[in-house]
Nanobody
Framework: QEHLVESGGGSVQPGGTLRLSCAAS????????IGWFRQAPGKEREGVSC????????NYADSVKGRFTISRDNAKNTVYLQMDSLKPEDTAVYYC??????????????????????WGEGTLVTVSS
């Protein structure tokens, strides 16, 4: 069965670090652009970061720029989101989504983009002292 699985969430203090993983099962991520999204309680889902199939093109929300780093290891069929200097406002459920594309530079972090083929079920990140 084809699906995405996020992992690596947890509870950390402000200033802490987490690394989220988005692993594909049943298909290869080589031709999929990946987006990371988050949804805090009572708020709409928002884009956090994205990465193209080649890994050469990335983008970040202003709120995480300089603190989060997205990367991919196609050999491991996994995309990562390194989160440093975490803040309480980063608390949310984090999701990854995959969009098949022949455009190597495509990088989409719009939650309502119609082209996402797979969504994970999310992993909870809590930043609190």
């Amino acid at each position: 069965q084809e699906h995405l699985v996020e992992s690596g969430g947890g509870s950390v203090q402000p200033g802490g670090t987490l690394r989220l993983s988005c692993a594909a099962s049943g298909f290869t991520l080589d031709y999929y652009a990946i987006g990371w999204f988050r949804q805090a309680p009572g708020k709409e889902r928002e884009g956090v970061s994205c990465i193209s199939t080649s890994g050469d093109n990335t983008n970040y929300a202003d709120s995480v720029k300089g603190r989060f780093t997205i990367s991919r290891d196609n050999a491991k069929n996994t995309v990562y989101l390194q989160m440093d200097s975490l803040k309480p406002e980063d608390t949310a459920v984090y999701y990854c989504a995959a969009a098949w594309t022949a455009v190597q530079t495509m990088c989409v972090m719009t939650p309502d983009y119609y082209g996402f083929d797979y969504w994970g079920e999310g992993t909870l990140v809590t930043v609190s002292s």
